[in-house]
């Protein structure tokens, strides 16, 4: 079945150890979105990708970094993490013929210590 | 600016109540989407239903109906006889068209007690 993929589901990583979380897609979408969801809150963009062109949101801190080699893959990486970006990261998925869906891969759980 | 607001934060019911979820809506545009998702313990965010500014019928998928005014800006959702399956977080949002962000409410948790 056509999907969005996350990986790893869960990450523990040190205060200030990089990390980088990746989503792939098998829908063949050609926009890629990252989302912040930190707990009991509704999920916030970060950034996305309309085909190669990358738009970040004006809130979005420069400790947050994307790549989207291909079509299928996106990567989110977070240069120096803190504390406060422990959150679930979620990728979502959209196309015109999608009629604007985004479509939500299951997230990974980053804990920072 | 958009804004989405949904009211309840909390909601609980017992199996096969009916319950509603409201969701309120403000946005400049004459276009615009309209979503409602299901965020179960796992996390994943799951797709339920879309209507866009043009399209004021309301629809009904099984246990599931939603109710859409563009004259009170509310875009509510109705569960006919609740599961303990139901139980979730649900989040109703807008977007104003391809590739523009969608705009959460904060979300309404459902528990459903058997």
């Known amino acids: 079945d056509a999907m969005v993929i996350q990986n790893p589901r869960y990450q523990v990583t040190q205060f200030g150890k990089p990390v980088t979380l990746s989503c792939s897609q098998t829908l063949n979408h050609n926009v890629m979105y990252w989302y912040q969801q930190k707990s009991s809150q509704a999920p916030k963009l970060l950034f996305h990708y309309y085909d190669k062109d990358f738009n970040n949101e004006a809130d979005t801190p420069d400790n947050f970094q994307s790549r989207r080699p291909n079509t299928s893959f996106c990567f989110l990486d977070i240069r120096s993490p803190g504390l406060g970006d422990t959150a679930m990261y979620l990728c979502?998925?959209?196309?015109?013929?999608?009629?604007?869906?985004?479509?939500f891969g299951p997230g990974t759980r980053l804990l920072v210590l | 600016a958009q804004k989405v607001t949904q009211a309840q934060t909390e909601i609980s019911v017992v199996e096969k109540e009916d319950v509603t979820l409201d969701c309120v809506y403000e946005?400049?545009?004459?276009?615009?989407?309209l979503f409602w998702y299901k965020q179960p313990p796992s996390g994943e965010l799951v797709f339920l239903i879309r209507r866009n500014s043009f399209d004021e019928q309301n629809e009904i998928s099984g246990r599931y109906s939603w109710n859409f005014q563009k004259s009170t800006s509310s875009f509510n959702f109705t569960i006919t006889a609740s599961q303990v399956v139901d139980s979730a977080v649900y989040f109703c949002?807008?977007?104003?068209?391809?590739?523009?962000?969608?705009?959460f409410g904060a979300g309404t948790i459902l528990r459903v007690k058997s």
């Open positions: 949002a807008l977007s104003e068209g391809y590739g523009n962000k969608l705009v």
């Open positions: 946005t400049r545009d004459t276009t615009y989407y």
């Open positions: 979502a998925t959209s196309t015109r013929d999608s009629q604007e869906t985004q479509y």
